[in-house]
């Protein structure tokens, strides 16, 4: 496997600040940048959010993030994800493998180092080409269409859902976090 995830440390300030610094005309049309923002995201992790950084195991450069967020447990047992892949690693593969990684421990059991879910979405604003097709390479399906769902750029921005659960997803809980 060229890639690896695992829970973001403070000690991943650095490596964080350059990915996204790096990459910040590549992911700020979808997303806010905000290369300072890894010890807030340390600090929130949580219950509702998990974060996943993908790693490199090559060089060890990191490849991209993935945010669990508002995970609902109970009856629904369901999060949504939400990516940034970064420079130089876009478009090599690596973050698809990093995500089927993601997704194999949102759907692994708890009691097996996962996060026991059993539904997964994945918002998107339909112009963002590369993350639908993320979306798609990963199994998800188009489910709905949601208008004015994020304020971004100063602007509130739609966006296409796509959902996926667990008898779904081909490997069922099959990955392993390092």
């Known amino acids: 496997m060229r890639v690896e995830i695992r829970f973001p440390q403070l000690s991943d ?14 992911i700020g049309r979808w997303n806010p ?6 010890p807030d995201m340390v600090r929130r992790q949580g ?22 967020a508002n995970i609902v447990r109970g009856r629904f047992q369901n999060a949504s994800l ?14 698809s493998e990093g995500m089927r990684l993601v997704v194999d ?4 059991p708890q009691a097996e180092g996962g ?9 998107v604003q339909p112009e963002n080409g590369p993350s639908i097709a993320m979306a798609k390479r990963l199994g998800f ?19 296409e859902r796509y959902a996926l659960t667990m008898e779904e997803w081909p ?3 099959a990955g392993k976090l390092s």
């Open 105 to 108: 421990a949102c759907f692994r």
């Open 115 to 123: 996060l026991g879910l059993h539904r997964l979405e994945i918002n």
């Open 33 to 38: 940048v905000e290369p300072d923002a890894l």
């Open 171 to 173: 490997g069922a809980g």
């Open 82 to 95: 939400g990516y940034n892949s970064y420079l130089p690693y876009n478009g090599t593969g690596r973050m």
């Open 13 to 26: 300030a650095a490596a964080y600040y350059e990915a996204v610094t790096r990459s910040a005309e590549h």
């Open 141 to 159: 399906r188009l489910e709905g269409y949601t208008p004015r769902m994020l304020f971004l750029q100063n602007a509130w921005r739609d966006h």
């Open 47 to 68: 219950e509702a959010l998990r974060t996943y950084l993908v790693f490199d195991t090559e060089d060890g450069g990191l490849v991209g993030t993935c945010n669990v």
